[in-house]
């Protein structure tokens, strides 16, 4: 894998990890009985970016560490997957 590649996965990784942890934490104005006139109740308090964007940074390293393995290693190769056939090869 190039560095490249490894960057592009990572950052992949990340904001699909980022969009999974963004709801923890999460407390509306509604909840808080604080509403500020002009937006909505569901709007949140504190969103707590930094927070989430560590867990973000620290789960997105566990999980590319995994798949870098799986790759350098090739526990998982193209092989191994050969239920998917290209379209190119299907037979009519």
Not at 20 to 32: G, I, K, L, T, Y
């Amino acid at each position: 894998m190039s560095i490249t590649s490894g960057l592009v996965l990572y950052a992949v990784i990340w904001a699909v990890t980022f969009f999974m942890v963004n709801p923890f934490w999460q407390r509306s104005q509604a909840e808080d009985g604080n509403i500020v006139p002009g937006t909505p109740a569901s709007a949140p308090v504190d969103p707590k970016l930094r927070l989430k964007a560590l867990v973000t940074t620290g789960v997105a390293a566990v999980v590319f560490a995994v798949v870098f393995v799986v790759i350098q290693q090739q526990l998982v190769t193209l092989e191994d997957l050969s239920w998917i056939t290209p379209p190119s090869k299907r037979e009519p």
